[in-house]
């Protein structure tokens, strides 16, 4: 077993836990697609965060954030529709990155790499991971009324745009996390599929909410001990123990 | 009778293209105010802009202090994702005994509250949207186009509970409506909109033949224009 296993364990849980987390909110807010082509956008980051040797967490959280921006700029300017955009800039992104780095440095890029999570990196990913998951729970009630009804929640006085920027953020930091776990490529799945198993098995948003995190946590330390045995990369097995879960959850679907 | 709301002159202009002209009117309180007209008339757009959701030009003043409850048009079912009606009320409101009496007001009882809203009827899911606009004890109710004929029969209708919420919690009720019997039967006082106001006045007085071809009549003028091309 490697030295630093237990850092890695601890982290993942946090980071799955959070994941699944704010992925159930994402299911609500129909919105679970668009981390898919945003932690495309996180790429670029990763890949100037290896060249630079900085974290890569720092590099898809900048990129990503001002990405996230950038889409709803050009949505603004030119009216496209918002997938054409994210398109134009997730291929632009997986470009960019394919040209700047070296074979391993990509598919570190596309599915992650945890190897080298010591004491200091796993500290610093539990106190954002409890931050985003204070974050979301504040904005969870507001945005469940936005996913219900905008005209009720304008009612209520919410300020939608507020919301969604904090909503925003939250998105980004999640999959910024994500990244070092799953890589840039999969990790929609870390917040997509613990929901969506959830979603089979809850009959109200207090299970939906719990079922989700926990899945989000089980996906991380299944994936990350069957790595342990394997030598097989971590990244790919979290996804992997994710539709396992999901397939149990379908057939005890309520 | 003391006076909820005053509307001077107001106009209303969305994305350049004006939607509400030179509307006035009052509403007193435990008046009940019905708006008629045509899609596309402006109706909705005028309950928003009374809620503060639009920006405009003229003159509204709520009374003082008034309270108003919402029920806006076609909230569409839930089906994403899993919650319950209580859960729903909480996003409102954490004063439970307030969110049992709402129910009850809208004629469920408690063991409603663990149902899952995406699965409850619509007209069942209408009544939710009802009791949601009561909490925090409005005294203003603005309803957009309540759906008639969808309870089932032995319940009392959408109408028959406004009229009985009217007569116990002493509201007031902004209505919009496509529904000519609705207006007549239950409401004071009746503003015929079609982007400008073509009528208004008590129903009895002011709704005719001549008004309400004048009110729709336009819009087969717009129709017929629009296929001529």
């Known amino acids: 077993m490697v030295t630093n296993f237990f850092e890695i364990l601890i982290s993942g849980i946090f980071v799955g836990g959070v994941a699944g987390y704010l992925g159930s909110l994402m299911l609500s807010r129909k919105m679970t697609i668009v981390v898919d082509p945003l932690s495309h956008l996180a790429l670029p980051g990763v890949a100037l965060a290896l060249i630079f040797q900085k974290d890569i967490s720092l590099g898809a959280f900048l990129f990503l954030f001002f990405g996230a921006i950038l889409i709803w700029f050009l949505e603004q300017?030119?009216?496209?529709?918002?997938?054409?955009?994210?398109?134009?800039?997730?291929?632009?992104?997986?470009?960019?990155?394919?040209?700047f780095l070296s074979e391993h440095e990509i598919e570190e890029a596309l599915i992650g790499?945890?190897?080298?999570?010591?004491?200091?990196?796993?500290?610093?990913?539990?106190?954002?991971?409890?931050?985003?998951?204070?974050?979301?729970q504040r904005i969870y009630p507001k945005l469940t009324l936005i996913s219900i009804s905008e005209d009720l929640?304008?009612?209520?006085?919410?300020?939608?745009?507020?919301?969604?920027?904090?909503?925003?953020?939250?998105?980004?930091?999640?999959?910024?996390?994500?990244?070092?776990?799953?890589?840039?490529?999969?990790?929609?799945?870390?917040t997509a599929l613990p929901a969506a198993s959830s979603r089979n098995l809850s009959k109200n948003l207090k299970s939906f909410k719990f079922i989700s995190s926990l899945f989000g946590m089980l996906c991380a330390i299944f994936g990350i001990f069957i790595s342990q045995f394997t030598n097989l990369p971590a990244g790919p097995l979290i996804i992997v123990s994710g539709l396992f879960l999901f397939t149990i959850s379908i057939l005890f679907k309520k | 009778m003391e006076t909820i709301l005053k509307v001077e002159n107001l106009n209303v202009k969305l994305d350049d293209e004006l939607i509400i002209c030179n509307l006035s009117f009052e509403v007193k309180k435990g008046e009940v105010l019905t708006i008629l007209g045509p899609n596309g008339a402006g109706k909705t757009v005028l309950l928003k802009t009374l809620l503060g959701m639009f920006p405009y030009e003229g003159k509204i003043e709520w009374k003082k202090g008034v309270k108003i409850g919402y029920v806006p048009q076609r909230v569409p079912f839930v089906k994403d994702f899993p919650i319950s009606i209580e859960e729903f009320f909480k996003l409102k409101t954490k004063n439970e005994k307030e969110i049992k009496?709402?129910?009850?007001?809208?004629?469920?009882d408690e063991s409603f509250l663990k149902k899952n809203l995406g699965e409850i009827s619509s007209g069942q899911y209408q009544r939710i949207l009802v009791?949601?606009?009561?909490?925090?004890?409005?005294?203003?109710?603005?309803?957009?186009e309540p759906?008639?004929?969808?309870?089932?029969?032995?319940?009392?209708?959408?109408?028959?509970?406004?009229?009985?919420?009217?007569?116990?919690?002493?509201?007031?009720?902004?209505?919009?409506?496509?529904?000519?019997?609705?207006v007549f039967k239950f409401s004071d006082y009746v503003i015929c909109l079609n982007k400008c106001p073509v009528c208004q006045g008590k129903p009895k007085e002011v709704i005719n033949p001549e008004v309400l071809s004048k009110l729709y009549g336009q819009e087969i003028k717009f129709y017929e224009h629009y296929h001529g091309h």
Not at chain 1, 114 to 125: D, F, N, V
Not at chain 1, 128 to 134: A, G, N, P
Not at chain 2, 131 to 144: E, Y
């Open chain 1, 77 to 99: 300017k030119t009216k496209l529709p918002t997938e054409t955009i994210i398109a134009i800039l997730f291929t632009v992104s997986l470009a960019i990155t394919f040209l």
């Open chain 2, 147 to 182: 759906t008639s004929g969808i309870d089932i029969s032995g319940e009392e209708t959408i109408y028959q509970l406004l009229e009985r919420l009217k007569r116990e919690k002493n509201l007031t009720i902004l209505l919009v409506t496509h529904d000519l019997s609705i």
């Open chain 1, 113 to 136: 790499d945890i190897s080298k999570i010591g004491k200091i990196e796993s500290l610093i990913t539990v106190l954002i991971s409890l931050f985003v998951f204070f974050l979301v």
């Open chain 2, 101 to 108: 009496e709402v129910l009850t007001l809208v004629g469920f």
């Open chain 1, 153 to 190: 929640a304008m009612a209520e006085k919410i300020d939608l745009k507020k919301y969604q920027f904090l909503y925003l953020l939250s998105i980004s930091a999640v999959v910024a996390l994500g990244v070092k776990f799953v890589g840039g490529l999969l990790v929609a799945g870390l």
């Open chain 2, 131 to 144: 009791a949601w606009a009561l909490i925090s004890n409005p005294d203003v109710l603005l309803f957009d």
